[in-house]
């Protein structure tokens, strides 16, 4: 009877020990991190586009195509086109009437892809039956045990444009393909800790931001 208390303290003792909580890591249908992998795989993607033509001309974003992603990834998307005209000086306008270029942009994908590697045991792998004193055997089920932890995942788009004269439908620009990547690898090895790389900023290393994520501000002239 001492030897199945001793055991059955011991079980206990090593159930409690390994024992793991679960931590909700995101309110919207996506984490913080996988949002920053698309927009910046998004942004790498819009950054090379030569847009230097499209300067001091009044410009028209026809509707964009773009694979993949939800509603917001692609307005973001659309959204730092915009922005680059506006930093190369073309005037943006509403409707085509108002145009002398239209503008088609497109996007071939834009999305994540995950690859996962665990080593160690799965939750319930096994129940351990131990009678004591005659009564029903006690069954102790151990949680999700694992020794290394491995999570990739990768952010990828691709953008391209070509542009016309509104009044003759002639071709004025074009660009791209071009294609945007990010990453991010998170280890867990038990004893040793755990390791983020990425170039990204991420919600499991919050510290980690790029210095050209930094806000930028550009003074009025009669600063």
């Known amino acids: 009877m001492m030897l199945a208390r001793t055991i059955l303290l011991a079980l206990l003792t090593l ?3 390994s024992g793991c909580t679960r931590v909700r890591t995101s309110d919207p249908p996506r984490t913080a991190t996988e949002q920053f992998l698309l927009s910046r ?13 499209f300067a001091q001309r009044r ?7 773009i694979q993949g992603g939800t509603a917001e990834d692609r307005r973001f998307m659309i959204g730092q086109l915009r922005a680059r005209l506006l930093e190369h000086d073309a005037y943006l ?7 002398e270029v239209i ?10 892809d995950r690859n996962e590697m665990k080593i160690g045991a799965p939750p319930n792998t ?3 039956g131990i009678r004591l004193l005659g009564g029903p055997s006690v069954n102790i089920l151990h949680p999700e045990m694992n020794l290394v932890h491995a999570r990739r995942q990768w952010g990828a788009s691709s953008a391209a444009i070509v ?9 004025h620009a074009f660009a791209g393909p ?8 998170y280890w867990k090895v038990i004893l040793l800790g755990s390791r983020t790389i990425s170039n990204v900023a991420t919600t499991i290393d919050p510290m980690k931001l790029d210095t050209e994520d930094l806000m930028q501000t550009t003074p009025t002239p009669d600063e």
């Not at 071009?178 to 690898?185: A, F, H, K, Q, T």
């Open 93 to 99: 306008v509403e409707t085509p009437e108002q145009a």
């Open 41 to 53: 795989a998004a942004r790498d993607a819009v950054e090379p586009l030569g847009l230097e033509p």
């Open 103 to 112: 503008l088609e942009f497109r996007s071939g994908g834009l999305g994540i």
């Open 15 to 17: 159930v409690v020990a």
């Open 59 to 65: 410009v028209y974003v026809d509707q964009p195509r």
């Open 178 to 185: 071009y294609v945007g990547r990010s990453m991010l690898e």
């Open 163 to 171: 542009s016309y004269w509104k009044d003759t439908g002639d071709v």
């Open 126 to 128: 096994a129940a351990i």
